[in-house]
């Protein structure tokens, strides 16, 4: 045991930053899934589990032409080996951002040295952005994991000329296609292009290697192509997303992706050019302010020529991060989530930024300035959860904010400014343990259950209802249907829900106010049986957040019994 404490003692901050994102990581596994895109990913692949059809995704028994399969297909594995659980379908999407950190590590040390390959690591794998993601599963995790590869395996095809590199990079191209559609292949193609042409070697673009790379990754899609075609392109006369002769084909390699820069996909919000900025105030924290001052230095440093200042070992990071990004801005569709996938080239600029300037003071001094700033502003986060959002007086929760809070304080306050980038790097992954802790086993567990449908299919258990006598009247609830077990019917007349039961006996139908009022001016044999708190927690704003003001951003979904009618019982 002594020998055991000794080697411990002796292990490096790293090991210890490690072992803490790790724990923050794993904490969030365990947290509830939230409405809507995350529990309808969680619903589709438990369907998948049910019904078996894997290569034909279907959606409440509906034919599914959305997001390419991946993320079903391992989900729907992982419930099959582990059970419905929530960190059985979290543990794919947390694995494949782990390969991501794997994935930029590997990349940095093939151009750069192994200190700033570990500072590219810990800067992606501590960003907020990155910890949010596992937690809200969405298809971008698995994204950013399976590009971040691909791009790796093919700077060490241009460095090291080998075939094994060139079949992994593209079989990973095929997995990212898999994941979120032809980004996929894009995010490689930025990259790897632009080191190509800005280091002179043009030539290579045209070789035919490329060719045998492209068949593998057709090899991966085989599967999902054969799926679309057989679902929807052999079926002309199918009605989907309220259009005949859809082809699955298309929609997968053109109209998904690039439909949402030509205007032809439905989707568009048609936000602002500057969205993803702003975004990354949050998506980046701690080190968004300082990535922002690293590029206007470059910007505006006028007194170097231009050909100096963009002088660097690799323009592969600069190519797939400034591209991805140009590309995403100019859709005319935007979420947070989708600029999550140049977090590690992000990172990757960072690390080689920081350590070209470490022997540089005044910028050294400009970077610590506004990584205070970030962390100060994380920090005050992270309180203002316990100590305003959801009060506590809980001793132990304060307890453990401050302690560590001020261990951090003292080493500041000690040597505040040291030009080692390793001190920077380390007190921000502890900042951002801190904040992502703080999230996973205060904040989310208290959100949670104003979402209204985990409570629910609790209470129907607890109550003894059959899943299979559950159903829903002009609302969706996915999460319902995956803490219930079973897809949930919906209706949406309130004479065929009394018809139902007329002809099927007593069921349970769950709905809001609205839905609620219309059944019993309809005359609906109804008995109300319980009223549940909700709100849709992925869209949080200054009202619930505020306790004094939350009561009315709540609305009540209601779980109620429907009886036949008197009549029908005669």
Known sequence: MQQFLSKLSTKSPWFWLALGLVTVYISGLFIDVMDVDASQYASISMEMLQNGSWLQVQHRGVDYLDKPPLLFWLSTSSFSLFGLYNWAYKLPSLLAALAGVYGINRFTLIYYTPRIARHAAFLLASAIGLIVICNDVRTDTLLLGTSTCAVWQLAEYLEKNKWKYLIGGFFFIGLAMLAKGPIGLVISGFGIGTHLLLTGQWRQIFKWQWIVGLLVSAIVLAPM????????????????????GVSGLYFFFWEQSFGRITGE???????????????????????????????????????????????RKEYISIGAFLLSFAAL??????LPHYIFITLPWAAVLLASYLNKIEETRQKMLRQWMVFYLSAGLGIIIAFLLPGFVF??????????????????????????????????IQRGVFVSIFLGLVLNLFFYPR?????????????ARKNNIPADKMANF???????????????????????????????????????????????????????LEGFNNFKVALLNTRFLNPARRSSALDTIYLLKILPSPVSAE
């Open 265 to 311: 996909n439905v989707w568009r919000n048609d936000a602002s050019a500057f969205y993803f900025i702003h975004v990354y105030l949050w998506a980046f924290l701690p080190w968004c302010l300082m990535l922002y001052l690293a590029f206007m230095e470059q910007l505006f440093k006028i007194r170097i020529k231009v050909k100096e200042t963009w002088k």
């Open 474 to 528: 002009r609302r969706s609830s996915h999460a319902l249907d995956f803490y219930n077990q079973d897809i949930l019917e919906g209706f949406s007349d309130a004479e065929y829900v009394q018809k139902n039961a007329n002809e099927n006996g007593i069921f349970y139908i769950e709905t809001d106010g609205v839905g609620r009022e219309d059944l019993i001016n309809d005359g609906v044999n109804l008995e109300t």
């Open 391 to 424: 009060p506590t007086k809980n001793i132990l929760i304060w307890v453990l904010m401050i302690v560590p809070l001020a261990l951090l304080g003292w080493q500041v306050i000690k040597n505040p400014v040291p030009g080692d980038t390793d001190m920077l």
């Open 447 to 459: 959100l949670l259950p104003y979402q209204s449908s985990r409570p629910i299919a609790e209470y």
């Open 329 to 334: 801005s100019a859709s005319k569709y935007k």
């Open 225 to 244: 192509c054969w799926g679309l075609w057989q679902q929807f392109d052999l079926h002309p006369e199918k009605t989907v997303n309220d259009k005949t």
